[in-house]
């Protein structure tokens, strides 16, 4: 049975930094994209990085760049994402996704492309 367990979320002040893990069982880590996307309240899920399973390239989302690094430990089979100057508009849940690089579509920003999704770890920045 696959699993994502995102953890690392939490309260921080506006300039902070916060890093998510999202370890994976259950499945070839490695032959796997692995991506993070956020939901604010009301709001509808959005894109926020990638990575590829080697680890070499990474994409992000505009709000983004600059401020998250994506990074894998395909040993550890665990996916992270460093978060730092976070403000309160990045405020949500993050979820952690996999998507088989069978037939994927880099830099794989869209939901339907991931076969598996974590349960989310809440991140609230205050001003």
């Known amino acids: 049975q696959v699993q994502l367990v995102e953890s690392g979320g939490g309260l921080v002040q506006a300039g902070g930094s916060l890093r998510l893990s999202c370890a994976a069982s259950?499945?070839?880590?490695?032959?796997?994209?692995m991506g993070w996307f956020r939901q604010a309240q009301g709001k509808e899920r959005e894109f926020v990085a990638s990575?590829?399973?080697?680890?070499?390239?990474?994409y992000y989302a505009n709000s983004v760049k600059g401020r998250f690094t994506v990074s894998r430990d395909n040993t550890k089979n665990t996916v992270y994402l460093q978060m730092n100057s976070l403000n309160p508009e990045d405020t949500a849940v993050y979820y952690c996704?996999?998507?088989?690089?069978?037939?994927?579509?880099?830099?794989?920003?869209?939901?339907?492309?991931?076969?598996?999704w974590g349960q989310g770890t809440r991140v609230t920045v205050s001003s």
């Open positions: 990575i590829t399973w080697s680890g070499r390239t990474q």
């Open positions: 259950g499945l070839a880590f490695n032959s796997y994209i």
């Open positions: 996704a996999a998507d088989s690089v069978y037939g994927s579509n880099w830099p794989s920003t869209l939901q339907d492309e991931y076969d598996y």
